[in-house]
C-alpha cells in the first residue's frame, strides 16, 4: 500500500469522529487554471513559487470537538524523518495529540487519546 492509499484510508476513517485535513509542507508552484485548445485540456498559467507548512509538518491536522491532532502516515517500513519528530515531540510538549500512524487502528488511537505517547517512533 502507497502513503498516500494510507492518508486516504485513515482520512475516512477519521470521519467518524472529525475532519482530517490533508496538508502540504515545503515549496510548490500556484497558478490560475486556464484552458488550452492546443493541448485540449486546462494548463496552469502565471505560475509563482509559493511556501507551505514549515517541514516537518504532519501529513494531516485533525480536528474533532474538543480535540487536535497531528497525524504523520507512514507505510509499515516507511522512515520517519528528523525534522517530522521533533515536529511530534514538541506538539506532544504542547500537550496536543499527535504520533506516526501505520495503520488506521493507529489514527484512531491517536486521535481518541489511546496511542502511547512514547518516543519510539516505529522507525
Request: net charge positive; proline share 4%.
Amino acid at each position: 500500500m502507497t502513503e498516500s492509499a494510507l492518508q486516504n484510508q485513515i482520512r475516512l476513517a477519521l470521519s467518524e469522529y472529525g475532519i482530517a485535513f490533508r496538508t502540504n509542507s515545503g515549496e510548490f508552484y500556484q497558478g490560475k487554471r486556464i484552458y488550452d485548445p492546443r493541448f485540449g485540456q486546462d494548463v496552469l498559467v502565471n505560475l509563482r513559487r509559493v511556501a507551505g507548512l514549515p517541514k516537518g509538518f504532519p501529513d494531516l491536522l485533525f480536528v474533532g470537538e474538543g480535540t487536535v491532532a497531528f497525524l504523520e502516515c507512514k507505510t509499515p517500513h516507511g522512515r520517519v524523518r528528523p525534522e517530522q519528530e521533533k515536529f511530534i515531540e514538541q506538539m506532544r510538549r504542547l500537550h496536543h495529540r499527535a504520533g506516526i500512524a501505520r495503520s488506521v487502528q493507529d489514527a484512531i488511537q491517536i486521535v481518541t487519546g489511546g496511542m502511547t505517547y512514547g518516543t519510539d517512533y516505529g522507525v
